[in-house]
């Protein structure tokens, strides 16, 4: 059963200039996010990302449409004691030292002072932060503050976490440290929803991402199936010899990368085994081939780009 | 325990933000300018003249005398003071990232705004309580004379704070605005509440027309009335009987009205 389930999501929000005309956010979106992944969710701002989170979350209303999580439709707030979040530029009280925030907000969260203030030392431990618990958090710096609130968010040991942009102001090796509580989150079971800017970073976690654009749902599959190439193979070989080359160039029209790489584009897996029987009867050694893959970022790119020029 | 936990917060937030330590210093300031009155003599003399009328007399004049520190210029300045000092608490829970992270909590949207007016209230009185204590107690010492019912004031402030704020918060939740917030409330609560109580000597000296009179009369009812309120309180400490609870009555439906509106539309809202 989905962790999320979101059916013909419709959010308007009213125009600012006291006109009728209503602002989209949403438009007619559905999703569905299974337990124990990591899902991300992409989109340029002004996509309708963080609209979604705030709705998951019963932070804003949606106009129309069931969000169901955990089963239970988000007008039962029982669902929450589930989850956790870390909204983008969160702030705490910051007369608050990072103990009290945590033991402030894990109470907020239905957990026990006698509970709170035992995952308080185990939550800042694996958040790199065991050093300034009892520190103001007006002294903390901004990767300091995302991982207090990475902490703040999983206090509560839920099993659907919200992220939105995480490693925001972290350095590498903190952004590093995160990834690996990311996976190691997912490992013990729990469902992530990561929203961010960071595109290697959603390709380098994320199980599933979906791209949203201008409050529509433009694509969503795992990473693999978003990066690959339609019907475009990269072939790694021995090397090959220049009439071999020419004769793929002009019976094939295959694009060379040196002489033992080429990609061929064809939508037939007939003209796919020609090639490979014109490679073995030259006794070629087939070393791979593979559907070709972009990066997610130029994916995403020429997706946004699309839809922009539409 | 989430509803104890809402009502430590804003403690909490009042003691770190040095508010209630603030309202003390004031308060003592206050008090201390008191001090040096009873050291004066003053009391003394006001004693020895209070005390030629006999021993009644002397002990109804020192009620008297100690009801009127309550008089209206203290009356505003303290509320002035309280409505400050509580301004900022809507408007500030409702800053973006702060409001975020408090909805994604199991916690239903009436019981953080009532939490959040019950404690706001609590701390009101714990300011008034010092206050009007710390009076009662050096007339007290001072002039021998310890009339209890004096006491009772610090309920009846409490009350029209309690009353003053639920427009506040209203306001808050609305225009996400301390000041503008602390502005209309001052404004619409002490100057137009004040001449209206006193409708019968000001306005209705000018105004002949029925209808305005109606208009006026509509509003003298509908808003709350914290002289009035303090009126009462005077009286009931003096042991004057009193005629009408009506300015209490409709003070305090309007500030169950006003604390519903607040749940109804910070439920409604997206943030």
């Not at chain 1, 199936?225 to 009439?243: G, M, R």
């Not at chain 2, 003390?24 to 040096?36: C, N, R």
């Not at chain 2, 029209?160 to 404004?187: E, K, P, W």
């Not at chain 2, 209206?196 to 208009?215: Q, Y």
Request: proline residues 3%; hydrophobic residues 45%; contains cysteine.
């Amino acid at each position: 059963m989905p962790v999320v389930e979101v059916n013909k999501l419709i959010k308007e929000y009213p125009a600012k200039n006291f006109s009728k005309e209503k602002i989209t956010a949403l438009k007619n979106f559905s999703l569905n996010i299974e337990p124990g992944s990591i899902f991300g969710l992409l989109g340029p701002n002004g996509a309708g990302k963080t609209t979604l989170v705030k709705i998951l979350l019963g932070i804003t209303f949606p106009t129309s449409g069931e969000v169901k999580i955990f089963d239970k439709p988000i007008s039962d707030i029982t669902y929450k004691y589930k989850v956790g979040y870390l909204p983008e530029n969160h702030r705490f009280p910051n007369y608050l030292s990072g103990e009290q925030v945590l033991s402030y907000y894990g109470r907020l969260s239905g957990l026990s002072v006698k509970d709170v203030n035992q995952k308080i030392p185990e939550m800042l431990s694996m958040v790199g932060m065991s050093d300034w618990g009892k520190t103001k958090i007006k002294k903390y710096s901004k990767g300091m503050m995302q991982r207090l609130g990475l902490a703040q968010s999983m206090l509560n040991n839920p099993e659907l976490i919200f992220l939105d942009e995480p490693t925001d102001g972290v350095d590498p090796i903190g952004r590093k440290e995160i990834r690996d509580i990311l996976l190691n989150l997912k490992n013990s079971g729990k469902t992530i929803f990561l929203n961010s800017h960071l595109l290697s970073e959603i390709e380098l976690v994320c199980d599933k991402v979906a791209i949203l654009d201008k409050g529509s749902l433009v694509k969503t599959g795992t990473i693999e199936e978003i990066t690959a190439v339609e019907d475009s193979y990269v072939f790694f070989t021995s090397e090959l010899s220049d009439s071999m080359i020419n004769d793929l160039i002009i019976k094939f029209k295959v694009v060379m990368h040196g002489k033992n790489e080429f990609t061929y584009a064809s939508s037939s897996l007939d003209d796919v085994n020609k090639i490979l029987d014109y490679l073995r009867s030259g006794n070629i050694l087939i070393k791979g081939f593979n559907k070709e893959k972009t990066s997610l970022e130029d994916m995403f790119i020429n997706i946004i780009g699309k839809q922009t020029v539409n | 325990m989430i509803f104890k936990t809402l009502l430590y917060g804003t403690i909490r937030e009042a003691i770190e933000k040095k508010i209630i330590l603030a309202m003390f210093i004031l308060i003592g300031l206050i008090i201390f300018l008191f001090l040096l009155f009873i050291n004066l003599d003053t009391v003394d003399g006001i004693q020895q003249m209070f005390s030629l009328g006999g021993d009644e007399s002397y002990r109804e004049n020192i009620i008297r005398f100690t009801i009127e520190l309550l008089n209206p210029f203290i009356f505003l300045s303290v509320f002035f003071l309280l409505l400050i000092f509580s301004a900022s608490y809507i408007p500030s829970m409702l800053e973006k990232g702060s409001i975020d992270v408090l909805l994604s909590k199991p916690v239903s949207r009436s019981k953080i705004i009532i939490a959040k007016f019950l404690s706001v209230v609590f701390l009101a009185f714990i300011i008034l309580t010092f206050l009007i204590l710390l009076i009662w107690l050096m007339i007290s010492i001072k002039t021998g004379i310890w009339h209890y019912p004096f006491l009772t004031s610090i309920l009846w402030f409490t009350l029209i704070f309690a009353i003053l704020y639920s427009f506040q918060m209203l306001l808050g939740i609305i225009t996400q605005s301390s000041i503008l917030s602390l502005v209309i409330n001052l404004f619409i609560l002490f100057p137009v509440s004040g001449v209206l109580s006193l409708r019968e000597l000001t306005i209705f000296t000018l105004v002949d027309s029925g209808f305005a009179k109606f208009i006026v009369n509509f509003l003298y009812y509908i808003l709350p009335k914290a002289w009035d309120i303090r009126e009462i309180c005077v009286n009931l400490i003096l042991g004057v009987s009193v005629e009408s609870y009506q300015a209490v009555i409709t003070s305090v439906l309007f500030m169950f009205t006003m604390i519903s509106l607040s749940v109804l539309y910070f439920s409604k809202k997206d943030y």
